[in-house]
């Protein structure tokens, strides 16, 4: 066990949506939460990460800093996904240890499996195959992640670790139709498609891809949880178990925002990996199960998003 109580801990990235997840779940732990904004430490340079840590000397931190995107921004900016996450997650570690850091646990995606890994995905397929291209850059650089930890656990015994989410939405989500993930693509679709009474409502790819979701909530639960129970020298994966087709997705969205449309699929998209679905019976096992409803997952979100969000001009 790891206790919490008083520690210091560095939420990297709070400004994304897992981040920002992750801050509001530790608030009801008596810890300390640190966060630093991208204006102060640039974390793509070392020298400002290696500073600022060595002055604030936290216990542990949560990594949840990213450049991060859906299909298309992945498929159109690898150097972006690639490099920019190498160049932070390497920073963030390297600092880390010199500046002594007890507990790391580091972020990764369901997307570092192989395209074809047998379903559901464990664990132990990490590198067994070739990846999906769309999104391969951002893989790789959480593959060299996921084996940094490992590697500061082998040298220097660091109890370090990694976890692998599913495909995360919820409240902080990014709703840019051209770079965001299909949930909050579809949802923003919709509730445009409602305000402007529009007939259709477009689909990118054929809508039979399977993916998995979970709410970044509950993943932030989970996390806190490996951070308080889990040292091992293997990654973790943290999905919800249920599986649906993008068009049955699309369905439960317009039954949230409460519109029908009729969905037309642009085939000019591209899939991205026909199956994705986590095996999470090394987190059950660890003994964290605590997953809410797609429907109710969603409609959290959308609500969220209402509050937020510009006016929609027709
Ligand atoms: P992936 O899980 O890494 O493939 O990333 P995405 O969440 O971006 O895409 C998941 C699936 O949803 C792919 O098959 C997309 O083609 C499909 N999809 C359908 N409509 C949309 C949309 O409007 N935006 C995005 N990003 N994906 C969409």
């Keep these: 066990m790891y206790d919490l109580s008083g520690k210091r801990i560095w939420v990297a990235g709070h400004r994304g949506m897992v981040g920002g997840a992750v801050v509001r779940r530790l608030a009801s732990e008596h810890c300390e939460v640190i966060t630093v904004g991208r204006e102060v430490?640039?974390?793509?340079?070392q020298a400002?990460?290696?500073?600022?840590?060595?002055?604030?000397?936290?216990?542990?931190?949560?990594?949840?800093?990213?450049?991060?995107?859906?299909i298309l921004a992945n498929d159109t900016h690898p150097v972006d996904f690639?490099?920019?996450?190498?160049?932070?997650?390497?920073?963030?570690?390297?600092?880390a240890h010199k500046a002594d850091v007890e507990r790391f646990?580091?972020?990764?995606?369901?997307?570092?499996?192989?395209?074809?890994?047998?379903?559901p995905m464990a664990e132990d397929s990490l590198l067994t195959g070739p990846l999906e291209p769309t999104n391969e850059w951002y893989a790789i650089a959480k593959i060299a992640g996921i084996k940094l930890c490992q590697a500061y656990r082998k040298q220097y015994r660091?109890?370090?670790?990694?976890?692998?989410?599913?495909?995360?939405?919820?409240?902080?989500?990014?709703?840019?139709?051209?770079?965001?993930?299909?949930?909050?693509?579809?949802?923003?679709?919709?509730?445009?498609?409602?305000?402007?009474?529009?007939?259709?409502?477009?689909?990118w790819g054929s809508g039979t891809p399977l993916r998995e979701?979970?709410?970044?909530?509950?993943?932030?639960?989970?996390?806190v949880f490996l951070l308080k129970t889990y040292s091992g020298y293997d990654h973790v994966n943290v999905g919800s178990g249920v599986e649906v087709s993008i068009r049955e997705l699309a369905e439960t969205?317009?039954?949230?925002?409460?519109?029908?449309?009729?969905?037309?699929?642009?085939?000019?998209k591209p899939d991205g990996s026909p199956r994705k679905l986590m095996d999470c019976s090394r987190l059950h096992a660890i003994g964290w199960n605590n997953v809410r409803s797609l429907k109710d997952g969603i409609a959290n979100a959308y609500a969220h998003w209402l509050e937020r969000k510009e006016p929609v001009r027709p």
């Design 41 to 45: 430490v640039d974390l793509t340079r």
């Design 158 to 203: 660091r109890d370090w670790i990694s976890a692998m989410p599913t495909n995360l939405y919820g409240p902080g989500d990014n709703y840019d139709l051209q770079s965001s993930h299909v949930m909050p693509a579809l949802l923003r679709k919709f509730h445009e498609a409602k305000e402007s009474r529009s007939a259709e409502v477009t689909v």
């Design 105 to 119: 646990l580091f972020l990764g995606s369901s997307c570092i499996y192989p395209k074809l890994a047998p379903q």
């Design 48 to 70: 400002e990460v290696e500073d600022w840590m060595t002055e604030t000397k936290p216990d542990a931190i949560v990594m949840a800093a990213a450049k991060v995107g859906g």
């Design 253 to 268: 969205i317009a039954e949230v925002v409460g519109y029908e449309a009729k969905l037309t699929f642009d085939a000019t």
């Design 213 to 223: 979701f979970l709410h970044c909530d509950d993943l932030a639960d989970a996390l």
């Design 82 to 95: 690639l490099a920019e996450n190498l160049a932070i997650q390497t920073n963030i570690a390297t600092a």
